[in-house]
């Protein structure tokens, strides 16, 4: 069974930072490409962030527009990790942020799957809440 666990969520001062991490089973992480989503009270679940699977060509890495320039996703495929950097954090960035792995179709796919429907596996979400 798949499984994604996110951690380290946390309250930060907006301007602070923090580093999410999604640990994933499996001997297959670096098959899939992965994202990062949010849902904030009352929203809907946002897109965030994409990074490629290994070998894939192309740019790595995508950003919904709020956050480029302010948060970095990575990958360690020796650890079946993905990271979420989190700087210069804003109120606005408040949410529960999701990890997802992309379904294996669009993990092979050129453009960025931006979609929740685009991804079949999910964890539990890890609290971020950003203080003015």
């Known amino acids: 069974q798949v499984q994604l666990v996110e951690s380290g969520g946390g309250l930060v001062q907006a301007g602070g930072s923090l580093r999410l991490s999604c640990a994933a089973s499996?001997?297959?992480?670096?098959?899939?490409?992965m994202g990062w989503f949010r849902q904030a009270p009352g929203k809907e679940r946002e897109f965030v962030a994409f990074i490629a699977r290994s070998g894939d060509s192309g740019d790595s890495a995508s950003y919904t527009n709020s956050v480029e320039g302010r948060f970095t996703i990575s990958r360690d495929n020796a650890k079946n990790t993905v990271y979420l950097q989190m700087n210069s954090l804003k109120p606005e960035d408040t949410a529960v942020y999701y990890c997802?792995?992309?379904?294996?179709?669009?993990?092979?796919?050129?453009?960025?799957?931006?979609?929740?429907?685009?991804?079949?596996?999910w964890g539990q979400g890890t609290q971020v809440t950003v203080s003015s």
């Open positions: 997802a792995r992309a379904r294996a179709y669009y993990s092979g796919m050129s453009s960025t799957p931006r979609f929740s429907g685009d991804y079949d596996y």
């Open positions: 499996g001997r297959f992480f670096s098959s899939y490409a």
